[in-house]
T-cell receptor, first 112, second 114 residues
């Protein structure tokens, strides 16, 4: 059974801290891994990763994929209160029409 | 601007009543999806549609129904057969084969059964 596991489930940090969110997966026919940020309602797309070892970066956020060990991390440096959100990891597989599997999400709270 | 519109944002219903959640997109996407989000759980797929007049059950379709009569619209009906309908419902769309194929989400509809 395909599954995506995120850790930790929740995290509270102070502004300025650096955080690392984890996503591990067990799927057949892996195609890509996606990260989303969900602040209040609609998840918004952050990154898509398909190749191992290539870091994707956007401002203070960065992410990398390890296809050998089957995990990805999302790093946020110099956190701000606006980073408070649920971060969702999803894995897309190559086969089947229903081909996107979500993790439970990590709830990040950044306190001033 | 292009996007996905869900309505209503909040909805209350009594047990035993059916309720329909609306989802409209003007992104010209072929595929549309309905997810359910509960605290402590990931997004779970209810139904999806890859083309007009066609749809498939997702992982938790029991107690729900959908239709796809137009490309832009994919309404979800929560029937009285759904045993635990209180949840946050997200509609999404995508264009398979283009770009990263990521999902674009609506703002969600929060359903509370009294």
């Amino acid at each position: 059974e395909d599954k995506v596991v995120q850790s930790p489930l929740s995290l509270v940090v102070h502004e300025g801290d650096t955080v690392t969110l984890n996503c591990s997966y067990e799927v057949t026919n892996f195609r890509s891994l996606l990260w989303y940020k969900q602040e209040k309602k609609a998840p918004t797309f952050l990154f898509m990763l398909t190749s191992s070892g290539i870091e994707k970066k956007s401002g203070r956020l960065s992410s990398i994929l390890d296809k050998k060990e089957l995990f990805s991390i999302l790093n946020i440096t110099a956190t701000q209160t606006g980073d408070s959100a649920v971060y969702l990891c999803a894995v897309k597989v190559k086969t089947g029409a229903n081909n996107l599997f979500f993790g439970t999400g990590t709830r990040l709270t950044v306190i001033p | 601007d292009g996007g996905i519109t869900q309505s209503p944002k909040y909805l209350f219903r009594k047990e035993g009543q059916n309720v329909t959640l609306s989802c409209e997109q003007n992104l010209n996407h072929d595929a549309m999806y309905w997810y359910r989000q509960d605290p402590g759980q990931g997004l779970r797929l209810i139904y999806y549609s890859q083309i007009v007049n066609d749809f498939q059950k997702g992982d938790i379709a029991e107690g729900y129904s959908v239709s796809r009569e137009k490309k832009e619209s994919f309404p979800l009906t929560v029937t009285s057969a759904q045993k635990n309908p209180t949840a946050f419902y997200l509609c999404a769309s995508s264009m398979p084969g283009q770009g990263s194929g990521e999902l674009f989400f609506g703002e969600g509809s929060r359903l509370t059964v009294l």
